[in-house]
C-alpha cells in the first residue's frame, strides 16, 4: 500500500488486515519500488498524490515489470485522472472517501480471476495470434510472447470464448472484474484501447477486437 498521509494509511491497514490481509506499506514511490523488489505482494494499491514521484509514474514503473494486479486510491473523480490511472497500469481503481469492505471486496475480486474460467477454449486463435487460456500465454505464431496484465489477459480470453458475439460492459464487468453493482464501464474501455495496442496491426482501425456501439465489444476472429 503506497500512500503518503499516514493517518489513511494507518486507517487502511486496521481494515484490511481486519479482512485478513497481511499489509506492507509505504509513504512514497520511490520507497513502494524498493519494496516491491524485495517482496512479491499479491495486490498494489497506489495513492494518485503523492510526494516526488506521482502514483502514475510509480504505476507505470511497476507495471513494467509485473502483471501483479494494481489498484489506484484517488481523491479525484474527474474523468481524466481516472482514465490516466487507468492507461498507466492500473486494473482498477477507488475513489476516496471509500468504505473498506468496499476496497476489500476488489481485492478478493482481482484474486479471484487470477486463472482463466475452467469453460474456456485451451487455444483460441484471431489473426496471426494464439491465445492459451490455461498457459496464461498470447502469443504469435511461431513467434514471441506478447505481454499483458491479467486483466487484459482475462478480459482477452472472455471476448476469445465467445467469437462474434456482442458482450455489453456490465457482462464483461461482471465476468472479468467479478462485480457490476459498483463497477465502471471507463475500465471496460481503457483496457480494450490497451488490448489493441497489443493486438491490431493498426489499433486506430481495429480488424478483431470491435466496438459495436451501444451494445458493447467483440471479438471476430
Not at 100 to 127: N, S, V
Amino acid at each position: 500500500m503506497v500512500e503518503d498521509d499516514e493517518r489513511i494509511r494507518s486507517s487502511m491497514r486496521l481494515a484490511l488486515e481486519d479482512e485478513g490481509y497481511e499489509v506492507h506499506e509505504a509513504d512514497s514511490g520511490e520507497e513502494a519500488l524498493d519494496r516491491f523488489a524485495a517482496q512479491t505482494p499479491d495486490v498494489v494499491l497506489i495513492d494518485l498524490m503523492l510526494p516526488g514521484m506521482d502514483g502514475f509514474e510509480c504505476c507505470r514503473a511497476i507495471r513494467r515489470q509485473s502483471a501483479v494486479p494494481i489498484i489506484m486510491v484517488t481523491a479525484r473523480t474527474d474523468t481524466h485522472d481516472v482514465v490516466a490511472g487507468l492507461e498507466a497500469g492500473a486494473d482498477d481503481y477507488v475513489t476516496k472517501p471509500f468504505v473498506a469492505k468496499e476496497l476489500a471486496a476488489r481485492i478478493r475480486a482481482l484474486l479471484r480471476r487470477a486463472r482463466p474460467a475452467e469453460e474456456t477454449p485451451t487455444m483460441i486463435t484471431f489473426g496471426d495470434l494464439e491465445l492459451l487460456p490455461e498457459q496464461g500465454v498470447l502469443r504469435r505464431r511461431g513467434g514471441d510472447e506478447i505481454h499483458c496484465t491479467r486483466t487484459e489477459f482475462r478480459l482477452l480470453c472472455e471476448l476469445g470464448a465467445n467469437p462474434n458475439k456482442v458482450l455489453s460492459r456490465e457482462q464483461l464487468l461482471d465476468r472479468v472484474w467479478g462485480y457490476d453493482y459498483f463497477g465502471d464501464g471507463r475500465l471496460v474501455d481503457v483496457h480494450i484501447r490497451r488490448l489493441r495496442t497489443k493486438v491490431e496491426p493498426d489499433p486506430a482501425l481495429p480488424r478483431h477486437i470491435l466496438t459495436v456501439r451501444g451494445m458493447g465489444y467483440k471479438l471476430v476472429p
